[in-house]
């Protein structure tokens, strides 16, 4: 089978190499794809649609697999679809879950998936309004797309104040939400969906915060882990059936069959799982640990539910685990530096133990770093403590002046 993988983020890189695996491929193009999965596909230096139409024309493209959310959000699966492919992918008004976070919330409403209290608002004024009058702080959240950097937790009322003006100034801040804040353990809980069904990857969680402690800013993560002990393989399933079927049931009888990856962020509270966010794709870092541990043909997967026929029995949870520690360029998340050199002794890399590449790029035949989020430094094992262990030797073969990344990854599930 010919796949065309869209995205060049470690979460497309995680992608590429679990598809690379499977036996039934013949080939994998990647567009625009990053210098470390150039050994794992061809790399096709394109990133608008229309280009990539015309090239798609020219060949015999078995399955399209779209990894980033605005490319989603664009439409880019209904333009593929309307062509006739097979994809992965959710459409345009499918991915408005995660395009539009009031669009989400009226759905959750309207079919009883639980989530975080919340009101809408149209202008900065009127929601500081409410705030002055309520006196509590709130987590404010920019309705539209902002690459996880739309959503300030508040613990004062001033911060509340000036996290509104700041996210009513962002263009995803045209309409603002105020939410609850909710607090326990995080889990993002992914699963693969065909329209109807969803099967559940193995569970995990994300580290969203910049420094050790959960300190510093949100971040679009700076690591992940999988699975969590407290959510095996039957717990994800009830999750599912709580907090993604009821919304795949609405969506399909709307004509909007969710087809892709569905990513519930879910907090944990004291009252039960609560939904903070749907992401309408996979997640990155988290599809870098959950990949690795799914036994089975994730080709056949991915195929089977873009063609709606998506089978429980294709993938298994592995019994595994696994850890990945996001290497940061200096200055990440306000302004990273981008063009430093990078180094990586893959001769001292453990066994079971990789790097993946996110914001990369090669300059006259040097690797530099070209964004925020530079390297995963992943590591699997037969136990967090040795997934951890590998993932954190990886690191050690790391050289980037300046790199950021946190020393505290998972260990939550370590007490
Ligand atoms: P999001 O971009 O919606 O994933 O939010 C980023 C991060 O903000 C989440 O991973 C949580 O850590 C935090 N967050 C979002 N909503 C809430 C909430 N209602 N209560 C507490 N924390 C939240
Ligand atoms: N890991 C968080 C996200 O993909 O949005």
Redesign the pocket.
């Known amino acids: 089978m010919h796949v065309l993988l869209i995205g060049s983020g470690g979460r497309e890189h995680a992608l590429a190499k679990a598809l690379a695996s499977s036996p039934r491929l013949s080939t994998l193009t990647i567009a625009p794809g990053n210098p470390g999965m150039a050994s794992l596909g061809e790399l096709l230096p394109i990133s608008d649609i229309d280009h990539i139409r015309v090239w798609v024309r020219t060949q015999h493209i078995d399955l399209v697999v779209i990894g980033p959310e605005a490319p989603l959000a664009a439409g880019w699966a209904d333009v593929f679809r309307a062509d006739g492919y097979a994809v992965f992918g959710p459409s345009k008004s499918a991915a408005r879950l995660e395009s539009s976070k009031s669009f989400a919330k009226q759905l959750m409403q309207r079919v009883g998936v639980p989530t ?1 209290a919340f009101r809408s608002f149209t202008s900065a004024k009127e929601a500081q309004a409410f705030v002055r009058s309520a006196n509590t702080p709130y ?1 404010v ?1 920019a309705d539209g797309l902002a690459a ?1 950097k ?2 300030v ?1 508040a613990d004062s009322v001033d911060e509340t104040l000036d996290a509104i003006q700041l996210v009513a100034n962002t263009p995803a801040g045209q309409q603002i939400l105020l ?4 607090y326990g353990p ?1 889990v993002s809980l992914i699963a693969l969906c065909d329209g109807v069904h969803a099967w559940p990857l193995p569970s995990s969680r ?1 580290h ?1 915060r910049l420094l050790d402690g959960d300190e510093g800013p ?1 971040t679009g993560g700076m690591g992940t882990i999988s699975p969590l002990r407290a959510i095996n393989y039957s717990t994800a399933q009830e999750l599912v059936q709580r907090t993604i079927t009821p919304i795949l049931n609405v969506l399909q009888a709307h004509n909007m069959p969710f087809i892709g990856a569905l990513y519930a ?1 879910l ?1 944990l509270t004291e009252h039960g799982p609560k939904v ?2 749907y992401n309408a794709r996979f997640g990155d870092s988290e599809t870098q640990v959950m990949l690795p541990l799914c036994d089975g043909d994730m080709l056949i997967a991915l195929y089977t539910a873009a063609l709606g026929q998506l089978n429980d029995d294709t993938l298994q949870w592995s019994n595994r685990a696994a850890a990945c520690i996001v290497v940061g360029s200096y200055g990440y998340p306000n302004l990273p530096r981008r063009g430093d050199p990078i180094t990586i002794n893959t001769e001292r890399l453990p066994t079971d133990g990789y790097v993946l590449h996110a914001g990369t790029q090669l300059v006259n035949g040097q690797l530099v770093s070209a964004g925020g989020r530079v390297l995963n430094a992943v590591g699997i094992g037969t136990d967090m403590h040795s997934a951890l262990r590998t993932a954190y030797e990886v690191v050690d073969c790391i050289q980037l002046h300046g790199m950021q990344y946190r020393l505290d990854i998972g260990q939550t599930e370590l007490l």
């Not at 939410?179 to 909710?182: A, C, P």
Request: proline residues 0%; aromatic residues 0%.
């Open positions: 975080a987590v959240k996880g739309g959503v937790v939410e609850e804040r909710l995080e994300d969203k949100n962020g907090i903070i966010e």
